[in-house]
C-alpha cells in the first residue's frame, strides 16, 4: 500500500526532531561542566522540536573554549610562586573558619589512635564495652546480625544485665541491609535500642534521604570510636578475602563530652528520652579536636564550608582519601583553586566501589580536575571505606561523612577535627602509601574510552546531584 505524501511529511518531521533533540541533547551530555546546565539544555532541545537544536547552538555551544586553549597552549610556563608563609598559621585561620561555623571550641589534651579494619578496631570496642561501668551510647548506619553483629549483641546485653546504661542507635533504612534485623535482636536480648527515622506505612513515611550515617560509640563518657565503620563482618577480612578496608578511630579526652552531645541529641530525636550528657573527660593525650556536625537541619552545611576553608588555607599540601566522589560545584572549584595555587592537591578513590553508578558518574567528574593539576589516584579492590582528609602533615579530618551530595547535603553526619602534627603525619603516610599501590588517573583516560563509556558516565553524571 503506498504511503499518502501528508504521511510521508509527517514522518520526515518526527524523524528529523528525534535527529535534532538526539544530537543536541548527547553534545550537552559529553560537554557541559555542569549536570543542571547540562540537564536544562537536553530538555529544552526535546521540549521544542527543532528550535531546541536551534537555541542550543546558538546559545549552549562553547565556540571559544577549543580556540582559547591553543592560544593557552602557546603561552610560556608560569615560574614558580614564592614559597612564603602565610601571615597566619594554618591552625589559627582553621580555628577561626571553625569557630564561626561550628560554634564549638576546640579541646585540648585529646588522644587519637589509628585502628585499621575491623579485626583491629571492634576487638578494641569490645573490650571497652566490656569494661564499662556507667554508660554504653552506640550508633551507626548498619548493624549487621552475622557472627560480629551477634558479638556486640552479646556484649551490651551483659553489660546491660549488669547494670550498665545501654542505648542503641540504629538508622531505620540502614537496618533492613541484615536480616534478621538488628534491632529486634538487640530489644529481646535486653538492650534498649531504637531506629532512626524508620520507614513506616501509617501514617506513611518512607524518605531514603535523611538517614543517620554517623558511627559513634561512647562509654563510660571517656572513651568514643568514631569513623567509617558499620558494625559486621564486611569490615573484617584477611589478604584476598578482603571485601573492605577502612578506618575507625579511638578517642579519648574532652573531646569525647561532643561526641555525647552529639548522641544524645540524636537519641532524644528518635525516642524524646532526654540523656544526661556526662561530665568532661579528663586529659588523655596531645591532640586538639573538635567535632563537626553536619545534617539537614541547623547543622546544614557546617562540613562542607570547614572543608571549603581547609582547602582556602592549605599552603602545602592536600591529601583525601573518600569511597565516593560526587563533588557539588563549590568544592571542584576549591580543589582547582588549591591547585592552581601550587598546592599539591590528590585524591585517592577506589577503582571500583560497591556502587558502580556512583563510579561511572565519578569518572565524568575528573577531567575537570585533572586539568587543573589535581593528581587522582584509583585504588585497586578491596574496596576502601576510609573518609579521611589531611592538610600540610598538621590538620586531619576524620569521621563518616563522603564527599558527595548525599553526605553533604542529606545526611546526619560527624566528623571530627585532629591538630596534632604527630597524628597527622602519621595519617598522611597511610594515604601516600595507598597511593604507591594506585594508578594515577590521566587526562588521556577520557579520550581512550568508548563513546558508549563515556555516553554511560555522563548520564550517571547527570544525576549525580541526586544519588
Known amino acids: 500500500m503506498p504511503w499518502h505524501p501528508d504521511a510521508i511529511g509527517t514522518a520526515l518531521l518526527i524523524a528529523l526532531y528525534v535527529v535534532c533533540a538526539a544530537a543536541g541533547s548527547l553534545d550537552a551530555l559529553l560537554t557541559k561542566p555542569d549536570p543542571r546546565s547540562a540537564l536544562g539544555w537536553i530538555v529544552t532541545c526535546w521540549l521544542l522540536p527543532i528550535a531546541g537544536l536551534a ?68 576487638p578494641v570496642m569490645l573490650a571497652a564495652i566490656a569494661a564499662a561501668r556507667r554508660s554504653i551510647w552506640l550508633s551507626t548506619y548498619i548493624f549487621e546480625t552475622d557472627p560480629v553483629g551477634r ?11 549488669r547494670g550498665v546504661q545501654v542505648r542503641v542507635l540504629v538508622d531505620g533504612i ?15 536480648s535486653g538492650v534498649p535500642a531504637a531506629r532512626f527515622l524508620p520507614p513506616r506505612l501509617a501514617p506513611p513515611v518512607l524518605s531514603l534521604n535523611l538517614r543517620n550515617h554517623r558511627k559513634l560509640l561512647i562509654v563510660d563518657g571517656e572513651t568514643g570510636f568514631a569513623g567509617g565503620m558499620n558494625i559486621g563482618g564486611r ?25 555525647a552531645e552529639c548522641f544524645a541529641a540524636d537519641w532524644l530525636f528518635a525516642t524524646d528520652e532526654t540523656l544526661e550528657p556526662p561530665q568532661r573527660a579528663e586529659h588523655a593525650g596531645k591532640s586538639i579536636c573538635r567535632v563537626i556536625t553536619e545534617g539537614p537541619d541547623q547543622d546544614a552545611d557546617k562540613l ?50 560497591n556502587l558502580r553508578y556512583v563510579d ?35 590538620y586531619a579530618q576524620i569521621g563518616s561523612a563522603n564527599l558527595d551530595p548525599r553526605s553533604l547535603r542529606l545526611n546526619f553526619e560527624i566528623a571530627v577535627e585532629v591538630y596534632d602534627e604527630a597524628v597527622c603525619t602519621e595519617l598522611e603516610a597511610y594515604i601516600l602509601s595507598a597511593r604507591t599501590h594506585a594508578l594515577r588517573a590521566s587526562t588521556h583516560d577520557s579520550a581512550r574510552q568508548s563513546i558508549g563509556g563515556r555516553v554511560r558516565d555522563s548520564l550517571c553524571w547527570l544525576f549525580s546531584p541526586y544519588l
Request: hydrophobic share 45%; charged share 20%.
Open 304 to 353: 562542607l564550608f570547614v572543608i571549603l576553608g581547609a582547602l582556602s588555607v592549605a599552603h602545602r599540601r592536600v591529601l583525601i582519601m573518600t569511597p565516593y566522589f560526587i563533588p557539588p560545584p563549590e568544592l571542584t572549584a576549591a580543589l582547582q583553586t588549591a591547585a592552581l595555587r601550587g598546592v599539591e592537591v590528590c585524591l585517592v578513590l577506589p577503582a571500583r566501589s
Open 235 to 259: 569490615e573484617v577480612g584477611r589478604a584476598r578475602h578482603r571485601r573492605m578496608a577502612d578506618l575507625h578511630f579511638r578517642l579519648r579526652g574532652p573531646v569525647v563530652t561532643q561526641l
Open 360 to 394: 561511572w558518574a565519578t569518572r565524568r567528574w575528573l577531567p575537570a580536575l585533572l586539568q587543573r593539576g589535581v593528581q587522582v589516584f584509583l585504588q585497586p579492590s578491596p574496596f576502601s571505606h576510609t573518609k579521611l582528609m589531611v592538610i600540610d602533615g598538621s
Open 151 to 161: 558479638d556486640f549483641v552479646t556484649a551490651l546485653a551483659a553489660a546491660s544485665a
Open 55 to 122: 537555541l542550543y547552538v546558538l546559545f549552549g555551544v562553547n565556540r571559544v573554549r577549543t580556540r582559547a586553549r591553543q592560544l593557552r597552549a602557546r603561552l610560556p610556563s608560569p615560574g614558580a610562586a614564592e614559597d612564603g608563609r602565610p601571615a597566619e598559621d594554618l591552625a589559627t585561620q582553621l580555628t577561626r573558619i571553625g569557630d564561626a561555623v561550628t560554634r564549638r571550641s576546640r579541646l585540648g589534651g585529646n588522644e587519637v589512635v589509628r585502628l585499621e579494619n575491623g579485626e583491629s578496631a571492634f
Open 174 to 188: 540502614g537496618e533492613w541491609y541484615s536480616r534478621p534485623r538488628a534491632v529486634p535482636l538487640l530489644r529481646r
